[in-house]
């Protein structure tokens, strides 16, 4: 193996990048990785990274097989699977120059052979991301004024991702969606408080003020708003939508990028469109209660 890939892993052992390496080590804790790997190594106190490099050097084919899979052992994570999807995409890349890859064979994982593709010329160029054109926000009937600032907000996600600010984007998609499930719950507010998973307190559903984005997507495909890819796309794009806090974006160690914003495009697409068609077929009916 070529001692540029033996440091990659050593710093993914080390773990100072937090974006990339799932867990950081300090000396004692790289001592005790080594000797649950079935490595007799004990840190010196000296530079972790050139020390880490040095005692994967030292190690023969099998044993050093032995480290690289236990860095991507479910184990290892607590069964953490944020945790051993980043693990296994980084060692993945940083393997993929000696023609190996990890594989899952049920939570064992194994070390496999695979001709890297370094014909650029064959790889497609990333897809642009196109501007959607906005929904009709006016078919979702809500109340005055609304379906302006929606619209507004659109542009301005759009405005975002062409800025690279993808962060952005999506918390701002987020809270469309939100406004979306809002607007229809104010405007039938029987539906909503009459659903099974409708949040309750004392016995009575809650003001829609105290409704969380997970209440309001779990009434939303319960009633029929919304259908079930949507719902579980929802729930996807409402964890995204959380990291508008900094610190459960450190716990969720992701960071969205253009192809999040693509997913969650569509998503907020769909659940405007769902909303439409629900409104289309039942709202105006006239045995509907919320509106006689």
């Not at 980084?90 to 890859?101: D, F, Q, R």
């Not at 309750?200 to 009434?219: S, Y």
């Not at 569509?266 to 039942?282: F, G």
Request: with cysteine; glycine share 6%.
């Amino acid at each position: 193996m070529d001692p540029t890939t033996k440091f990659k892993i050593a710093q993914f052992i080390c773990g100072d990048d937090k974006d990339k390496h799932p867990i950081y080590r300090s000396s004692s804790y790289l001592t005790r990785f080594f000797q649950d790997s079935g490595i007799d190594a004990t840190h010196d106190g000296s530079s972790r990274n050139p020390w880490t490099a040095s005692v994967l050097d030292d190690l023969n084919g099998y044993d050093l097989q032995k480290v690289i899979l236990r860095l991507v052992s479910p184990k290892l994570y607590g069964g953490d699977r944020a945790q051993i999807k980043l693990a296994l995409m980084t060692l993945n890349e940083i393997l993929a120059v000696e023609g190996l890859k990890i594989r899952f064979n049920g939570p064992v994982p194994e070390l496999v052979k695979e001709t890297p593709n370094y014909n650029f010329d064959d790889i497609p160029e990333e897809r642009e991301l196109t501007p959607l054109p906005p929904p009709n926000f006016d078919n979702l009937g809500l109340e005055s004024g609304i379906a302006e600032i929606l619209l507004s907000r659109w542009r301005e996600v759009q405005s975002c991702i062409d800025s690279n600010a993808t962060v952005s984007a999506v918390i701002m998609m987020g809270s469309m969606l939100e406004g979306f499930l809002m607007g229809t719950m104010q405007r039938n507010p029987r539906i909503a408080n009459s659903a099974a998973s409708a949040p309750k307190k004392d016995g009575k559903a809650k003001h829609f003020a105290e409704w969380t984005l997970n209440d309001m997507i779990e009434v939303a495909h319960e009633v029929g708003w919304i259908q079930l890819d949507v719902k579980k796309f929802s729930h996807a794009l409402r964890d995204f939508r959380n990291i508008i806090h900094p610190y459960q974006q450190l716990v969720y160690r992701t960071n969205p990028d253009r192809d999040t914003c693509n997913i969650s495009w569509l998503v907020v697409q769909a659940a405007c469109n769902d909303i439409a068609d629900w409104i289309k077929k039942n709202e105006f009916k006239d045995h509907n209660p919320d509106h006689r």
